[in-house]
């Protein structure tokens, strides 16, 4: 079995940063595309972020110029280096890893607010 663990989520001020992890636990090589996820209260679920093969990223318009996504070498891993952070921002947020089938986190929330 295969599970995807969030972490780096909290509470920050409007213009601030903040760094999401996602690191998979069970036996699994790697993940052929990661990515990030959003879901704020009454919404549906979006793509934030997504990297993809040899390196390809893509991300939504919303978030394009303030976050990053990076992965570790052996795509086991996910990064989303969440810079210039708006209230708008807030959700909770789930990684997902693509092995043949699709892995899900089970999210981490983001505030952002004074």
């Known amino acids: 079995q295969v599970q995807l663990i969030e972490s780096g989520g909290g509470l920050v001020q409007p213009g601030g940063s903040l760094r999401l992890s996602c690191t998979a636990s069970?036996?699994?090589?790697?993940?052929?595309?990661m990515g990030w996820y959003r879901q704020a209260p009454g919404k549906e679920r979006e793509m934030v972020a997504a990297?993809?093969?040899?390196?390809?990223?893509v991300y939504a318009d919303s978030v394009k110029g303030r976050f990053s996504i990076s992965r570790d070498r052996a795509h086991r891993m996910v990064y989303l280096e969440m810079n210039s952070l708006k209230p708008e921002d807030t959700a909770v947020y789930y990684c997902k890893g693509r092995a043949g089938v699709d892995y899900w986190g089970q999210g981490t929330q983001v505030t952002v607010s004074w």
């Open positions: 069970g036996r699994i090589s790697s993940f052929s595309t």
């Open positions: 990297i993809v093969g040899g390196g390809t990223t």
